[in-house]
């Protein structure tokens, strides 16, 4: 998944959005300049021969909040296979962006 904040108004908002298989963001209502955003696998958990990357960004101005879903599961694998989650945050000169993991 890939997810990025821009500034608009004085306001953040989504910049780009890509989402595939079960990795995705949620984006709750707020009336705060802040996007927010939940990240949510849908599968349930992670498995042998699982990738779950995320890509964020903010952007110039931009402040982004994500954070993720309550715990994610880590389910038994066969011998050999491994689960792949990767987690990439970049930050523009000027934004702000806070990541609030949950444990897994």
Do not use: C
């Amino acid at each position: 998944m890939e997810v990025s904040s821009r500034l608009r108004g004085g306001v953040s908002r989504i910049g780009d959005l890509h989402q595939s298989g079960s990795y995705k963001a949620l984006f709750p209502r707020s009336n705060s300049p802040t996007l927010q955003a939940v990240v949510l696998n849908t599968a349930g958990g992670v498995t042998g021969g699982d990738r779950l990357h995320l890509s964020a960004r903010a952007e110039t101005g931009s402040h982004l909040v994500l954070t993720t879903q309550a715990a994610e599961r880590i389910y038994r694998a066969q011998p050999g296979e491994v689960g792949d989650l990767r987690t990439s945050l970049s930050v523009a000169p000027g934004a702000r962006l806070d990541w609030l993991p949950q444990e897994t």
